[in-house]
């Protein structure tokens, strides 16, 4: 099956710093998603982005589809920016998200 | 919209017991799929259902089952419960029937300890 590979496994930031989290994927795929899991558990949307970039305040996040990797670009981190970054993948014809093993940020003031 | 929530939120079982988790997703949302997390297996996915139909199913055995009712809203259960299935099940909803094209919403989980 398809293999989601995340780097780095862990980061450790001071307030204002920037950072840039990759997701590299082993085969083509329909979709990628990021998503944030906050200290209770829940993971939310950041990006869906199959292909090309996109902005989102202080998050940006590109994927180069035919290369089989996707970046999460954070600017000047804020210590609620601290959690645990996925990214997610999906094959055609099917809801299935499989998740990469995370980048666990810890943004210190 | 409300988002999806799921129910309960946290729950002690012993083993050999059984377990049912709900799970509602944004109105209007007809697929759900249920995952399960936990520290050395990171998340893995369960099942996905669309229309009251079961349309994919992860590596679990089948002491792991699942169902989705007419309205959309659906339950896993756990029969004969392991100290392993200690987790976070997380559902998440989204409009499409299986496409690959959607964006997926997550509830906030439901915490299962097993002792």
């Known amino acids: 099956g398809i293999q989601v590979e995340q780097s780095p496994p862990d980061l450790i930031l001071q307030e204002g710093a920037n950072s840039t989290l990759r997701c590299n994927f082993s085969?083509?795929?329909?979709?990628l998603q990021w998503f944030h899991q906050n200290p209770w558990g829940q993971l939310i949307n950041l990006f869906y982005i199959p292909s090309g970039t996109k902005q989102n305040g202080r998050l940006s996040a590109t994927t180069v589809a035919t290369e089989r990797y996707s970046l999460l670009y954070i600017s000047s981190s804020q210590t609620t920016d601290s959690g645990v970054y996925f990214c997610a993948v999906q094959r055609w014809g099917t809801d299935k998200l499989i998740f990469g093993t995370g980048t666990r940020l810890q943004v210190f003031p | 919209k409300a988002g999806v929530t799921q129910t309960p939120r946290y729950l002690i079982k012993t083993r050999g017991q059984q377990v049912t988790l709900s799970c509602s997703p944004i109105s209007g949302h007809r697929s759900v799929s249920w995952y399960q997390q936990t520290p050395g297996q990171g998340l893995q996915f369960l099942f996905e259902?669309?229309?009251?139909?079961?349309?994919n199913k992860g590596n679990f055995p089948g002491r792991f089952s699942g169902r989705q009712f007419s309205n959309s809203r659906s339950e896993m259960n756990v029969s004969t419960l392991e100290l392993g299935d200690s987790a976070l099940y997380l559902c998440?909803?989204?409009?499409?029937?299986?496409?690959?094209?959607?964006?997926?919403?997550f509830g906030p989980g439901t915490r299962l300890l097993v002792l």
């Open positions: 259902y669309f229309s009251e139909t079961q349309r």
């Open positions: 085969d083509s795929v329909n979709n």
């Open positions: 998440a909803s989204s409009l499409s029937a299986g496409t690959g094209q959607e964006t997926q919403y």
